[in-house]
Structure formats: C-alpha cells, structure tokens
C-alpha cells in the first residue's frame, strides 16, 4: 500500500481542497497519473500517483479541504482490496449463479477452491483471485462480472485538460469528433493536432457561414464559484474598496515595431522556437520606465512606501479557471527573446496547471493583455499590494498623422494601441502615471530593439 499525500504547493500554501477525483475506487492507475484535482487559492493542480496500482480508498471526498501532507489516498500494488470489498456486496444477491462456475456437484466448501480455476478465462484476472470471500458461499463467481466492470473504466475519458479544451476551441475542432490515444482513451494534445489537419482543404473550401454564437452548456444553470474565483473575487473587491484608484490612456505608434516583428521573425523563431509578438516589446519598454518612476513599482505598508529594487512582472493569463498572473522576475534585465521564451513558457504552464504557486507570487507591477480578445482598452482593476497595472489594447491598422524629419504632415496607414494605465491614487498621480506613459510611448515609438532583441 502507498499513500497518497497532499504536496506542498508553495510556500504560503498551507491547505488545498479537492475539486475533482479523476479515478474511482477500484480504477488502475499508473505511475505519474493524474489522480485528482486540487485548488488552492493560489494554483489548481492535478496530482499524479505515486506508484502504480488500483485506488484502493479515497481518504478526502470532493470539495473536502486537506492541509498540506494529509492523505488523499491509498494506491495499492494489487487488486486484492477492492475487489474483495465490491464481492461482499454483491454477491449476497445472486447465489443462483453459483454452477456456472463450479460443477453442479460441487458441495459448498470445494466450491471456493474450483472457482479460481474454472472461471479465470472466462472472467477478469483481478476478480478471480479475491475469491477469499468464502463465508458467502459458493457465490464469489457472480460478484466477477460486477467487480471487473470498473476495469473497463480505470480512466475518465471525457476528463479533457484546460490546455487541450483551449486547443480545440483555437483549432475549431470537436472534442467529441476526436478519439483519444491517451490513457484509457483521453484525449491528448497530440490527438486534437491531427484532427485540425486532417482535413483544411475540406474547411477552406467550404462556403463561408454567417456568424452564430455558440450557446454555452452553462446557459440557464447554476454552478458553485470555484476556490480560485472566491479569492479573485475578494482580493478585487478588497482593492477596489482599499485604493483610490483611476486609469490615464495614451495612444502609441507600433508601426516600426510591426515592421521589425516582420523582418525578424523568421530568424526568431528559428533560435528561440516561438513567435515574436508585440507582448516582449511591451514588457521590456514597462520595466524600463519603472526603472526611472519607481512610484509605479511600489507598495504601501501602513504608513511607509517602499520601492522595490527589481521590476517583477506579472502578466495576466485567461485560463479556463479564471485569470492568473503568472510572474517575470527581474523583467529590466531579460532581452526581447528571454521575455518571448519565459511568457510562453509560463502561459502554456499556467494553463495546463504545472505552475507552481511560488512562480505566481512577488509580481510588484502587472501588464495585462486586454487587446487579445480584439478590445481598444479598458480600466484594468489594481490588486494589493501592487499600485499600477498597465493594459495594451489591440494592434490594429487605421489612418494617423504622420510627421517626418522635416516637420511635413501626412496621413498614414499605421499600426496603432491603446495603452491604458490604472494607478492607486493614494501614490501615484496623474502627472506621474503621465510621465511613465509618455517614456514608454516614445520607448516604442523610437522601435531601437536591435541591441534587445538576442539573436
């Protein structure tokens, strides 16, 4: 036997509550399989089993918490336990079946002894050898069927990963189309990629629809919040009601860095294997500026202010448990290609759930994408302790002023964002966040990342 216990989380997490069991008692798990889900009020994690063998007892029930190091579970090397424990209650029921086993002569006692080798080809190997249970009989034979029916289903096969949902819904492609090649037949990754290119000449060449929404399954139900959300919802809350806190925007022309996106990228992601989007651009030209205007990476503590001496970065993620904000430490030093990997990095990790908490904590500004999903901007909400936070709206292409060396004005296709900065006002004022917008509007502007960009 082998306990499963509840992990250390991080450092500040102390207790986890368990939001959804992956396996039944009875299943066969293997080593490293996924087991259960927990939720902290920093992570949701799966936690895998420590060896391999069948469930024999879950120890903490759905939406039960634990504290760190208490036992989920028990994971034994055998299929004794549980079998034993399903034949004792079921097999009362039908001892009729009793001479399909055994020979019709057999008497009540040999009746136990045949029964392992008559039926073992006949019947699942786990159930044979529990026939231990001979106090009921000649019976153990009909609790076969019933026991090895959980085997069929060791793994939950509609159980899809946040990571992979999210590909579906990016590649267009239905889940319940897709065969799954994983354990037990979940669906993996590698699963969904095949099925987006099976067949893109078929999809391209079909007539284009006019645009529905899709009804959500959650359309007219009632579901409870999530750990995660209670605490969004109650550090959002407590910001809002704690700071005095207001937005500034300024518009930036990012045509020069579209223009060096496009010459570079080929280069880029040959060395660094991922794309180069405008996020690195605007991480790097953040951290610099809070290097000059240390008010924008600062916290209060009572009477005090302290300005940090590093700018750790956190940058909002949608994930489909709700925003989390993964951290960049020491973001002013990194160049344009370490800022691409560690954001990619972090993204694919938050969203799978390989984040661990530590990696989410100690952000003392955050850059949030509000462009992503096609929005201008928006008054992005200010969490404790930090002060700013800073949202970038959508690249898009429309006519501006343009002024070149010699003063001439032109009108101009451009690449244009919004830049949208909230600041708690209790330290920050509008001249200031005035000021950080400013140089990192020109930052950008100027587009002089050749030196930054690692290659």
Not at 378 to 396: K, R
Request: hydrophobic share 50%.
């Amino acid at each position: 036997m082998s306990e499963v216990l509840l992990p250390a989380l991080g450092e500040s997490v102390t207790e986890g509550t368990v939001t959804r069991w992956l396996k039944k008692v009875g299943d066969t798990v293997a080593i490293d399989e996924p087991l259960v889900e927990v939720s902290t009020d920093k992570v949701d994690t799966e936690i895998p089993s420590p060896v391999a063998g069948v469930l024999q007892q879950i120890l903490v029930n759905e939406d039960e918490t634990a504290a760190v190091g208490a036992v989920l579970a028990i994971v034994g090397d055998g299929a004794a336990a549980a079998p034993v424990a399903a034949a004792a209650v079921v097999e009362a029921p039908a001892p009729v079946a009793a001479p399909v086993v055994e020979a019709p002569s057999a008497p009540v006692a040999p009746a136990p002894v045949a029964a392992p080798v008559a039926p073992a080809p006949t019947f699942a190997a786990p159930v044979v050898a529990p026939v231990v249970a001979a106090p009921v009989v000649a019976t153990p034979v009909v609790a076969a069927p019933v026991v090895a029916a959980p085997a069929a289903s060791n793994s939950d096969a509609s159980y899809v990963t946040p990571l992979v949902r999210k590909l579906a819904n990016e590649t267009g492609v239905d889940l319940n189309s897709v065969a799954g090649t994983g354990v037990g037949g979940r669906i993996r990754k590698e699963d969904v990629l095949a099925a987006g290119s099976a067949a893109p000449a078929a999809r391209s060449a079909a007539p284009a629809a006019a645009f529905v929404a899709e009804v959500s399954p959650l359309r007219g139900t009632t579901e409870p919040m999530s750990r995660l959300r209670k605490v969004l919802a109650e550090r959002a809350v407590a910001s809002m009601v704690s700071t005095a806190q207001l937005t500034t925007v300024v518009e930036v022309d990012v045509t020069k860095i579209a223009q060096l996106r496009a010459k570079v990228q080929p280069a880029f992601v040959a060395k660094n294997g991922v794309k180069l989007n405008f996020m690195p651009f605007f991480a790097l030209a953040a951290a610099e500026a809070l290097k000059a205007h240390p008010k924008l990476n600062a916290s209060i503590e009572g009477d005090s202010v302290v300005y940090h001496g590093t700018e750790n970065i956190s940058f909002a993620v949608d994930t489909e448990r709700g925003l989390l904000t993964p951290v960049i430490r020491d973001a002013s030093t990194l160049n344009i290609s370490q800022l691409a990997q560690t954001i990619a990095d972090k993204a694919e990790r938050v969203r799978s759930n390989k984040l661990t908490p530590d990696e989410l904590q100690g952000g003392t500004f955050t850059l949030t994408n509000t462009g992503s999903r096609g929005a201008l901007f928006d008054t992005p909400v200010v969490f404790l302790p930090q002060v700013a936070i800073l949202g970038t709206g959508v690249v898009s292409k429309r006519p501006a002023v343009v002024t070149d060396a010699d003063g001439n004005e032109s009108i101009g296709i451009r690449s244009m964002v919004y830049l949208a900065l909230s600041y708690d006002h209790r330290l920050v004022d509008g001249a200031d966040a005035s000021r950080f917008l400013v140089d990192v509007k020109k930052r950008l502007e100027d587009a002089n990342f050749d030196a930054n960009l690692g290659l």
